[in-house]
């Protein structure tokens, strides 16, 4: 099993309403956030409208920053340089994807994203997902509203993908209590044969 590989499938019933003992301080952290900014707001929004991709790209550059303080491997740089370029070539395209995109704006701002496809079966791929961390709870507002969101479309499980074994990103993940793992296996040949 590639552990760093596995998908993570959440329950979307579950992240909307964060009823369980531990998703509830992720409740508490997001009527936090609604509380400390009184114009904030979800919205599903078009990622096509050149005005969303500029904002998108600007809070991954404000993410990035934030990640950069933080003294992360030459790894790591290089997995945020593909993402970012990732990101890009996504606002470029976005007229020819179905991609659900739900932003956080406080007043006019954009402060969270999260940029998902929905799949066949009640399933919702998360593609990107990425928040300002300068205003605590942004994360856990952006999760619980768009969850809510995707019950509407009829989405019953959302798989976030993988934790590429960074550490911070595996106890985020593990915190919004996953449903299951997709597992993925790597398959070597066995040289005695």
Same mark, same amino acid.
């Given at each position: 099993e590639d552990?760093e590989?596995? !998908?993570?499938i959440?329950?979307?019933?579950?992240?909307a309403?964060? $009823?369980s003992?531990?998703?509830n301080?992720?409740k $508490?952290?997001? #009527? +936090?956030?609604?509380?400390?900014n =009184? /114009?904030?707001?979800?919205?599903v929004? !078009?990622?096509?409208?050149?005005?969303?991709? !500029?904002?998108?790209?600007?809070?991954?550059?404000?993410?990035?920053? %934030?990640?950069?303080?933080?003294? %992360?491997n030459?790894?790591?740089?290089?997995?945020?340089?593909?993402? %970012?370029?990732?990101i890009?070539?996504?606002?470029?395209?976005?007229s *020819?994807h179905?991609?659900?995109?739900?932003?956080?704006?406080?007043?006019? @701002?954009?402060? /969270?994203?999260?940029? !998902?496809?929905i799949?066949?079966? #009640?399933?919702?791929?998360?593609h990107?997902?990425?928040?300002?961390t300068?205003?605590? /709870?942004?994360?856990?507002?952006?999760? #619980?509203r768009?969850?809510? @969101?995707?019950?509407?479309?009829g989405?019953?499980?959302?798989n976030? +993908?993988?934790?590429? /074994?960074?550490e911070g990103?595996?106890?985020?993940?593990?915190?919004l209590?996953?449903e299951? *793992?997709l597992r993925?296996?790597?398959v =070597?040949?066995?040289?005695?044969?």
């Amino acid at each position: 099993e590639d552990r760093e590989s596995n !998908d993570y499938i959440y329950a979307v019933a579950n992240l909307a309403s964060m $009823r369980s003992e531990r998703l509830n301080r992720k409740k $508490r952290l997001a #009527q +936090q956030f609604e509380k400390a900014n =009184s /114009g904030a707001r979800f919205e599903v929004v !078009d990622l096509a409208n050149p005005w969303i991709q !500029d904002h998108v790209k600007l809070l991954f550059k404000i993410w990035e920053e %934030r990640k950069a303080s933080e003294d %992360r491997n030459a790894e790591y740089a290089v997995q945020v340089d593909h993402e %970012r370029l990732a990101i890009e070539r996504v606002c470029d395209t976005a007229s *020819f994807h179905k991609l659900l995109v739900g932003a956080v704006f406080i007043e006019e @701002h954009v402060c /969270g994203f999260t940029i !998902d496809e929905i799949l066949p079966n #009640q399933y919702c791929m998360g593609h990107y997902w990425k928040a300002d961390t300068a205003h605590r /709870g942004t994360y856990d507002f952006l999760v #619980q509203r768009m969850a809510r @969101h995707l019950e509407t479309e009829g989405v019953a499980f959302w798989n976030w +993908q993988q934790d590429l /074994g960074i550490e911070g990103l595996r106890r985020a993940k593990l915190s919004l209590e996953p449903e299951s *793992f997709l597992r993925k296996y790597t398959v =070597s040949l066995n040289e005695g044969l």
